[in-house]
């Protein structure tokens, strides 16, 4: 990283407890409203705002800055093995508790889009755990993954190293509608 940047970031420390929970509270609200705002850019091009579609990417730069400097004092940045693993771990979690139990309320309560947003995201993260794990046995081997394209669904997330499939396999899309990484 930059010297003259890496000079101003806040630094990791020892927190009590209450300054934790503040921080992490600051972090989620901080990450969802980058992401938020990258939405509502797109929005403001579909109606034809181009310069606010500007203001609310730069805006959600500036909250996604403030996200990372959250995390870095919360010592959320590890070595990229560690890291890996604690992808893992929050994949895993998605997966074998956290969209099960969504999945069963949305149903429950009918509601069917949410079912669909929940089962798009649950199918996604089973292949985020594989695909995390096979990048960490390479990384604690000391290498680097293949270089080679990584393909996402735009419509449902669908994750592939590799080129896109002819049809998603979780949503049906065909190869014009994956972003390549
Ligand atoms: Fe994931
Ligand atoms: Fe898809």
Same mark, same amino acid.
């Given at each position: 990283?930059?010297?003259?940047?890496?000079?101003?970031?806040p630094?990791?420390?020892?927190?009590?407890?209450?300054?934790?929970?503040?921080?992490?509270?600051?972090?989620?609200?901080?990450?969802?409203?980058?992401?938020k705002?990258?939405?509502?850019?797109? =929005?403001?091009?579909?109606?034809?705002?181009?310069?606010?579609?500007?203001l609310?990417?730069?805006?959600?730069?500036?909250?996604?800055?403030?996200a990372r400097?959250?995390?870095?004092?919360?010592?959320?940045?590890?070595?990229?093995?560690?890291?890996?693993?604690?992808?893992f771990?929050?994949?895993?979690?998605?997966?074998?508790?956290?969209?099960?139990?969504?999945?069963?309320i949305?149903k429950? =309560?009918?509601?069917?889009q949410?079912?669909?947003?929940?089962?798009?995201?649950?199918?996604?993260?089973?292949?985020?755990?594989?695909?995390?794990?096979?990048?960490?046995?390479?990384?604690?081997?000391?290498?680097d993954?293949?270089?080679?394209?990584?393909?996402v669904?735009?419509a449902?997330?669908?994750?592939?190293?590799?080129?896109?499939?002819?049809?998603?396999p979780?949503?049906?899309?065909?190869p014009?509608?994956?972003?390549?990484?």
């Open positions: 990283m930059d010297e003259a940047l890496e000079k101003r970031l630094k990791p420390e020892e927190l009590s407890a209450m300054t934790k929970e503040s921080l992490a509270a600051a972090f989620a609200g901080e990450s969802q409203a980058a992401e705002y990258l939405v509502w850019a797109e =929005q403001a091009e579909d109606e034809g705002y181009p310069n606010v579609a500007k609310f990417r730069a805006i959600s730069f500036a909250e996604s800055r403030h400097n959250h995390l870095r004092v919360m010592g959320g940045i590890s070595s990229t093995a560690d890291n890996l693993a604690a992808a771990g929050g994949e895993s979690f998605e997966v074998d508790e956290m969209y099960p139990a969504y999945h069963e949305a429950l =309560q009918g509601n069917n949410a079912v669909r947003s929940i089962n798009y995201a649950l199918r996604s993260e089973v292949d985020h755990k594989g695909q995390y794990t096979a990048a960490r046995e390479q990384v604690v081997a000391g290498k993954i293949a270089d080679g394209p990584v393909n669904c735009l449902c997330g669908h994750t592939i190293i590799g080129d896109a499939p002819d049809k998603c979780y949503c049906g899309a065909t014009e509608l994956y972003k390549t990484f």
